[in-house]
């Protein structure tokens, strides 16, 4: 009888281990092929980035070494367009947290029609990166039929600002900002709604004005989903292209992004763009290690 219950237990040992091992069998097909799609493009990135390929003369191909890199890094246009680079997701990020917040705290007030104001508030993060930069350059911005010409001739300038041409990385750093100021809105306005109504009960019957209010209550219960914001954004922003390329403003004011895409476009060599993606990659990983880290940091806090 006393061994009964060991039986029982070593029984269920083994039926866990034969669960363990099927499931694995189970997800190994999902898990190869996420495998292939992610490591495989990868891979063929790196292979290039060492091979000298061209697509104007593809029988002179052969081992490169680190040439591509160092071409890359002497490009004309990468010094100008690392700066651009980080001027746009710097300026943006500002701009997304500094008017999310302000715009979440908005919304957070009861007031009539707050429910459309909140659908109508996300819609623009679902429009498409080059249908928003064509509706900002051709309906808004443009120097002639635009709506801010519109609004500047209506009070007596006779040369409306020519956006695109004159200020290009500021016009595409609006265009991105008003494509992810939802998102960080959305995100805090979350965040608002789960702080303790005790605090803020505590806080008006100490006499807490506004700004200490906000200060010291709404700027701490936000710090996290703020660094949250910061972090996804900063990985989606170092990849903008869209408004660039459709901006026409890719020799003037591009980024990183659209370096690597001349490369290949325009110059048709295959091995500085897959040198120059690659550059993007490490840059990407970095700066998202960083900011993983200051995420957990501030988690712990």
Known sequence: MGGLPRWHILSGIMATRQAQVLGRWALAPAVTVLAAWSFVPLALTIYFAFLRYN???PDNTGWAGF???YYFFKDPYFVKDLINTVLLVAGTIVTTVVGGTLLALLLDQPFWGRGIVRLLMISPFFVLPT????VWKNLIMHPVFGLFAGIQRFFGSHEPLDWFGRLPLFSVGIVVSWQWLP????????ALQSLDEEQKD???????????????????????PITVVILIETIFLLN???EIKVGGIGGIAGNLTYLVFS??????????????????????????AFLVRLVGKNLEA
């Open 55 to 57: 697509l104007q003369d």
């Open 67 to 69: 040439s591509n890199f």
């Open 131 to 134: 249908v928003s930069a064509l």
């Open 183 to 190: 998102y960080a809105a959305l995100i805090l306005l979350t």
């Open 202 to 224: 505590a806080s008006a019957m100490d006499g807490a004005g506004p700004l200490s209010y906000f200060r010291y209550i709404v700027l701490p219960h936000l710090a996290r």
């Open 240 to 242: 903008t292209f869209a």
């Open 263 to 288: 490369q290949l476009n325009d110059a048709t060599d295959v091995g500085m763009a897959a040198a120059g993606g690659l550059v993007a990659v490490v840059l990407a990983n970095v700066v998202s």
